[in-house]
T-cell receptor, first 113, second 115 residues
Framework: AQSVTQLDSHVSVSEGTPVLLRCNYS??????LFWYVQHPNKGLQLLLKYTSAATLVKGINGFEAEFKKSETSFHLTKPSAHMSDAAEYFCVVSNTNAGKSTFGDGTTLTVKP | EAQVTQNPRYLITVTGKKLTVTCSQN?????MSWYRQDPGLGLRQIYY???????DKGDVPEGYKVSRKEKRNFPLILESPSPNQTSLYFC??????????????FGPGTRLTVT
């Protein structure tokens, strides 16, 4: 069994300040973890992924995430928010050797000028 | 260009009228999946397919059917649509799993309204 909890449904930051989007997961197997972004009325785009290599993962547009097995967390961060980062973000867990993917409920990021 | 295509993009139909949403990928991916997206619920997996003729249920399979007769195509069938199936549907494909899962590539979405 697997599950994902995105701890904040909405996050609001000012432009130029750090972003933190929190994700906790549970998995019976070694998980692969992903963050996807969805801009308004757009499809989903991969930001970054963790698949059992380095625990600190760098993605596109300055985002990164750290896999912490002891805390079962995979939080997404960015040092300085940009207006174009305003979107909905999804944390996803997939189990190796299984086809199920579980999405979190999403976090809406608002960036204020 | 590598892509996942879905048709139609928008569909309004009536309760009980059978419909099919097509999905096709040109990346020779083994894995394909269908999701529905509802406000506040993220994306929920309906069905997935690990390869041709291999399909399995996701978290919300009731009321849906799928088939995978060719590697590139993975249609979603609603035999008797109901209003609670009004949603935004996404098809996705992936190379599958190696040492870990490869990322999924998503189609543009199909907005379905059942009245």
């Amino acid at each position: 069994a697997q599950s994902v909890t995105q701890l904040d449904s909405h996050v609001s930051v000012s432009e130029g300040t750090p972003v933190l989007l929190r994700c906790n997961y549970s998995s019976s197997y070694s998980p692969s973890l992903f963050w996807y972004v969805q801009h308004p009325n757009k499809g989903l785009q991969l930001l970054l992924k963790y698949t059992s290599a380095a625990t600190l993962v760098k993605g596109i547009n300055g985002f990164e995430a750290e896999f912490k097995k002891s805390e079962t967390s995979f939080h997404l961060t960015k040092p300085s928010a940009h207006m174009s980062d305003a979107a909905e973000y999804f944390c996803v867990v997939s189990n190796t050797n299984a086809g199920k993917s579980t999405f979190g409920d999403g976090t809406t990021l608002t960036v204020k000028p | 260009e590598a892509q996942v295509t879905q048709n139609p993009r928008y569909l309004i139909t009536v309760t009980g009228k059978k419909l099919t949403v097509t999905c096709s990928q040109n990346m020779n991916h083994e894995y394909m999946s269908w999701y529905r997206q509802d406000p506040g619920l993220g994306l929920r997996q309906i069905y997935y397919s690990m390869n041709v003729e291999v399909t399995d249920k996701g978290d919300v399979p009731e009321g849906y059917k799928v088939s995978r007769k060719e590697k590139r195509n993975f249609p979603l069938i609603l035999e008797s649509p109901s209003p609670n199936q009004t949603s935004l549907y996404f098809c996705a494909s992936s190379q599958g799993a190696g040492q870990g899962w490869y990322e999924q590539y998503f189609g543009p979405g199909t907005r379905l309204t059942v009245t």
